[in-house]
């Protein structure tokens, strides 16, 4: 399952540090090959310790871990969404990915610009978010106020159905627009998330915003006021955050695995930056991970939350999904606390589940299908 979030951000907020030590962790994973799939993508795993307990209990001769991918987005400048600078590429990437990482800096340096040579050296992580949320909204609305013009005219005379309900949904979207707001701050019930997803909005794309920090702050980085006022911020859109320091990452991304967390420790870390933005992407996708398991092959794959037993079986191959029969099923926790399969059987444990069965995260399943 191929999904992307793509990294936003203001020239010299470190989103081209970040990319670069995501990139290069990418390529220090020792189970799976390093993809570039071309210059601005980098694919690293996805960190899960349910792998490695269960590579312990199987002892296969290979672990596969699941993994995710980040897009390095081109650069933004004010008016993009009439075309200035690369504005147009930059929005055309951002409608490609599922979801926006967006770098803001959250310290002060003299020795970095300000964007549009701003005359204070003390940044200002609001006025930097706003830029680039000011342009998405910008181009959103001029979508939704195309769309409206066209889909007014039927919705308030042959009151077609599908125009109606488009419509309406442009009705609710379009003051909030106009407002300077993001589409995202809105709730939409089960129809109208229908309706919005066919419009294919930026602004409703799940947004993490990534508080860049100094190496001298990012042990106690939640006490500071940039990182309080970047939360209080993404709350009004719910929206999620993460707080790294990307030139550490950048340094991390160099060592290997005793050094990592030699280095982590001396910081007061229990992870990097980029296994935690990793993480956070992952899930704000909605995304789970269910397993299957054996003496040739521990692996880990990628689901959407809430899919059943046979589309999860057609991440593996469509024939699992065509000729599905069922799907011989334990859960990661029984199997870690019975020690074995048989245990997990002996049990009672062991289940076989059907084709309406929603898959679990931690799920570990084998697939029975005739094709």
Avoid: C
Avoid at 7 to 30: C, D, H, M, W, Y
Avoid at 113 to 131: C, H, K
């Amino acid at each position: 399952m191929s999904l992307t979030a793509g990294i936003v951000g203001l020239p010299n907020v470190g989103k081209s540090t970040l990319f670069n030590a995501i990139t290069r962790a990418g390529a220090e994973a020792a189970n799976y090959p390093f993809a570039t799939i071309d210059p601005n993508v980098g694919m690293v795993e996805v960190p899960d310790e349910r792998l490695t307990k269960l590579t312990e209990l199987y002892n296969p001769k290979k672990t596969i871990p699941t993994t995710f991918e980040f897009t390095d987005i081109a650069g933004i400048v004010k008016g993009a969404s009439k075309g200035e600078g690369l504005g147009n590429k930059f929005l055309a990437n951002i409608r490609e990915v599922d979801a926006i990482v967006h770098v803001v800096r959250a310290f002060d340096d003299e020795n970095v610009m300000r964007e549009n040579n701003r005359e204070s050296d003390f940044v200002d992580p609001l006025a930097d978010i706003e830029t680039i949320n000011l342009e998405l909204i910008l181009a959103d609305l001029e979508s939704v106020n195309k769309r409206y013009a066209r889909v007014e005219k039927i919705a308030r005379t042959a009151k077609v159905k599908d125009a109606v309900a488009e419509f309406n949904v442009l009705s609710k979207i379009k003051p909030v627009l106009e407002d300077g707001k993001s589409a995202r701050t809105l709730d939409f019930d089960e129809e109208e998330q229908k309706v919005v997803k066919s419009l294919f909005l930026l602004t409703t794309k799940p947004v993490l915003y990534v508080a860049n920090v100094s190496e001298d702050e990012v042990g106690d980085a939640d006490q500071l006021d940039y990182v309080k006022k970047i939360r209080d911020f993404a709350a009004t859109e719910n929206a999620e955050v993460a707080v790294i320091s990307a030139k550490i990452e950048e340094e991390i991304a160099e060592l290997d695995d005793e050094e990592k967390a030699e280095f982590l420790e001396s910081l007061g870390l229990e992870e990097s930056g980029v296994d935690q933005l990793t993480r956070a992407a992952y899930h704000l996708l909605g995304l789970a991970t269910y397993f299957t398991a054996g003496e040739k092959e521990v692996r880990a794959w990628t689901f959407r939350q809430g899919m059943k037993a046979p589309q999860t079986a057609g991440i593996i191959h469509t024939d699992f999904e065509k000729g599905f029969i069922r799907a011989v099923t334990m859960s990661y926790d029984d199997l870690i606390e019975y020690g074995s399969e048989k245990a997990v059987k002996e049990a009672g444990r062991l289940r076989e589940e059907g084709k309406d069965y929603v898959v679990q995260d931690g799920d570990i399943m084998e697939f029975r299908f005739n094709v």
